[in-house]
């Protein structure tokens, strides 16, 4: 199983956006669980903290709410997608050969924890389901130009990843790799491959 967490810049570039969600949901099925980044929607809660002051717990549930808007907005666009929200469900999915889109409900919160901050990116929240599903590899596809060959520390210190993440990778037990948005190509090879040295 692999999770990929497309960020959410590519709501700007429709094409794109539809070529990334026909490769996930043909090669990607029964492997592929697709992480929703916030986009515009997240862009908007924390605009309106800023306007009305409200808590940062407040804007986390928002935030959910918005990567749950994305993730309707990816399954209006490609319905093949499978919106699933419980660990059960997302296995279920992939069991059925679906490609999986997570709806992450579940991480709305009633008071705060490690999870309610700003610090914690849906690049985070991806790996933190990565994790808990035991999945073999974390691909997280950015909008500006990553270096292949630098590690987590690297990314987080140039402001490409957020702070969590790197707390959360040096115990993650799976493979990561961040990929480019316009590099189709290369995430192609890196899945076909994976797939060809996936246990049987």
Request: charged share 20%.
């Amino acid at each position: 199983m692999w999770v990929v967490k497309l960020g959410g810049s590519l709501q700007s570039d429709p094409p794109l956006l539809r070529r990334w969600l026909e490769l996930l949901g043909t090669l990607g099925r029964g492997r592929v669980v697709i992480v929703p980044g916030g986009g515009p929607f997240v862009d908007q809660v924390r605009a309106s903290q800023t306007g009305w002051g409200f808590d940062d717990l407040c804007a986390h549930n928002m935030a959910i709410l918005g990567m749950g808007q994305s993730a309707l907005l990816l399954r209006s666009l490609y319905p093949s997608l499978q919106l699933a929200g419980r660990d059960a469900d997302i296995r279920r999915a992939l069991r059925a050969g679906k490609t999986a889109l997570w709806m992450p409900l579940e991480l709305l919160r009633e008071q705060p924890d490690e999870l309610t901050s700003w610090d914690v990116t849906s690049d985070s929240l991806a790996l933190w389901l990565a994790m808990r599903l035991n999945a073999e590899r974390l691909v997280v596809v950015k909008s500006c130009e990553v270096d292949g060959t630098v590690g987590v520390a690297s990314h987080v210190e140039s402001g490409i990843l957020d702070g969590h993440f790197a707390i959360l990778a040096d115990r993650a037990g799976c493979g990561i790799d961040l990929v480019t948005k316009g590099h189709l190509g290369d995430f192609q090879t890196l899945l076909i491959d994976g797939c060809r040295h996936a246990p049987t």
